[in-house]
Nanobody, 119 residues
Framework: VQLQASGGGSVQAGGSLRLSCAASGRAFSSYAMRWFRQAPGKEREFVAA????????YYADSVKGRFTISRDNAKNTVYLQMNDLKPEDTAVYYCAAAHIETPAQFDYWGQGTLVTVSS
């Protein structure tokens, strides 16, 4: 599966953005999806996860209550709605996919989309 992330941009603190990750290839619903981010000078960190059906979600504590991950399997797309953005959310955001048969192996990555939050 190939992933294409989009939707990044520059916003002021308190603003919102919605990231999208479009997948090409077959059987998108066979993949669990995650969003990660990497801030300048820092290691990549987990942000949010959604299972194959979209029912199961999980979030990093730093974004819980502000970010929402969802997916539309009919559109082969996963989303990350980001509200009440903070300067510390500034990072390149990546989507990643893991096949349900190998749930710990996120072998497929999008190219990243930059989110910049100013105070």
């Amino acid at each position: 599966v190939q992933l294409q992330a989009s939707g990044g941009g520059s916003v002021q603190a308190g603003g919102s953005l919605r990231l999208s990750c479009a997948a090409s290839g077959r059987a998108f619903s066979s993949y669990a999806m995650r969003w990660f981010r990497q801030a300048p000078g820092k290691e990549r960190e987990f942000v949010a996860a959604v299972n194959w059906s979209g029912v199961g979600t999980y979030y990093a504590d730093s974004v819980k209550g502000r970010f929402t991950i969802s997916r539309d399997n009919a559109k082969n797309t996963v989303y990350l709605q980001m509200n009440d953005l903070k300067p510390e959310d500034t990072a390149v955001y990546y989507c990643a996919a893991a096949h349900i048969e190998t749930p710990a192996q996120f072998d497929y990555w999008g190219q990243g989309t930059l989110v910049t939050v100013s105070s």
